[in-house]
Antibody, heavy 122, light 112 residues
Framework: QVQLVQSGAAVKKPGASVKISCEASGYPITSYAMHWVRQAPGQRPEWIGWINAGNDDTRYSQMFQGRVTITRDASANTAYLELSSLTSEDTSVYYC???????????????WGQGTLVTVSS | DIVMTQSPLSLSVTPGEPASISCRSSQSLLHRNGDNYLEWFLQKPGQSPQLLIYWGSHRASGVPDRFSGSGSGTDFTLKISRVEAEDVGVYYCMHALEAPFTFGGGTKVEIK
């Protein structure tokens, strides 16, 4: 069964960094792109970026450029999102979501992680 | 960035009655390959978004056939032919034509 299991909730102080994991099961993580999306309370989801299948290329939203890093460990079948210089505005639920190759036959968000709540508070 | 606009903000529907949600994009989502890169999701309270429709009109695996998507270019519609109690939640459209992907503001569906 294909699923994505994320790490648990985190509480961080302003200025700190957070690293969230997303462990895939049921398929090799390098065979699909992994995207990250966040959702602040009561708000629409917001796309953060992705890591490509196979070649580890990454692409980030300009909103997060310079303080976001998406990586992947094939041996652990896990993807990671790291966000630095946190402020209260980064308080959100963060989701990983699997997507097929660009414009290919599986190019849609078919599988999502359960979400990880990150709270930024002094 | 492409702006996604949904309407209405909320819907209150009697079980068994139809419902319709509109999504408009600030630029065409029609790729040169002929596909519209527009997805519809339902987010139930406390859950992750779940895919209903991809490429504008393709129903995702396991999604009941009472859900249908239509439209092309900049105007899209999600229809529920007969709303059931389990359909409550917030519906979002999202474009996937190019980075950054962006989501509509959401339509909250509740049962009368």
């Amino acid at each position: 069964q294909v699923q994505l299991v994320q790490s648990g909730a985190a509480v961080k102080k302003p200025g700190a960094s957070v690293k969230i994991s997303c462990e895939a099961s049921g398929y090799p993580i390098t065979s699909y792109a992994m995207h990250w999306v966040r959702q602040a309370p009561g708000q629409r989801p917001e796309w953060i970026g992705w890591i490509n299948a196979g070649n580890d290329d990454t692409r980030y939203s300009q909103m997060f450029q310079g303080r976001v890093t998406i990586t992947r460990d094939a041996s652990a079948n896990t993807a990671y999102l790291e966000l630095s210089s946190l402020t209260s505005e980064d308080t959100s639920v963060y989701y990983c979501a699997r997507r097929g190759a660009l414009y290919g036959s599986l190019y849609f968000f078919g599988v999502w992680g359960q979400g990880t709540l990150v709270t930024v508070s002094s | 960035d492409i702006v996604m606009t949904q309407s209405p903000l909320s819907l209150s529907v009697t079980p068994g009655e139809p419902a319709s949600i509109s999504c408009r994009s600030s630029q065409s989502l029609l790729h040169r390959n002929g596909d519209n890169y527009l997805e519809w999701f339902l987010q139930k309270p406390g859950q992750s978004p779940q895919l209903l429709i991809y490429w504008g009109s393709h129903r995702a695996s396991g999604v009941p056939d009472r859900f249908s998507g239509s439209g092309s270019g900049t105007d899209f519609t999600l229809k529920i032919s007969r709303v059931e109690a389990e359909d409550v939640g917030v519906y979002y459209c999202m474009h996937a034509l190019e980075a950054p992907f962006t989501f509509g503001g959401g339509t909250k569906v509740e049962i009368k």
